[in-house]
């Protein structure tokens, strides 16, 4: 397996646009009525509108968590802000809550070859 691309549910796609596209640096790449497809470098993104949705945890591992970091630390509206913690692997991690409760985490590793994504 070479790459997947995550799929988010989402209460309010236009909410989450707004939230993945000025928080995260998303760009939008191709929308419709209920969904839409966001890239940010090497990382693809889509989410999905649907009026009931289970919360979801979706990982991003990227070169350089301070590349990322600011446009996060924005983010005044959300309950949860985040949580910046090393662990016992040496990864640094930063964790969040989007507008639907997914938990959306930032993952720095010591050796990485290029930005991926880790969803469940």
Do not use: W
Request: some cysteine; glycine content about 8%; hydrophobic content about 40%.
């Amino acid at each position: 397996m070479i790459a997947a691309i995550p799929s988010l549910p989402v209460k309010d796609l236009m909410v989450s646009l707004q939230f993945y596209k000025e928080k995260l640096g998303f760009q939008l790449v191709k929308f419709e009525k209920t969904s839409a497809s966001l890239r940010h470098g090497g990382v693809d993104l889509h989410l999905l509108e649907k009026s009931e949705s289970t919360v979801m945890y979706c990982g991003f591992y990227v070169v350089n968590i301070n590349t990322h970091l600011p446009n996060v630390l924005n983010v005044k509206q959300l309950g949860d802000i985040g949580k910046l913690r090393l662990n016992g692997q040496g990864e640094l991690r930063f964790s969040m809550r989007d507008p639907d409760g997914n938990t959306i985490e930032l993952i720095e590793q010591a050796i990485i070859g290029n930005e991926n994504t880790l969803c469940t």
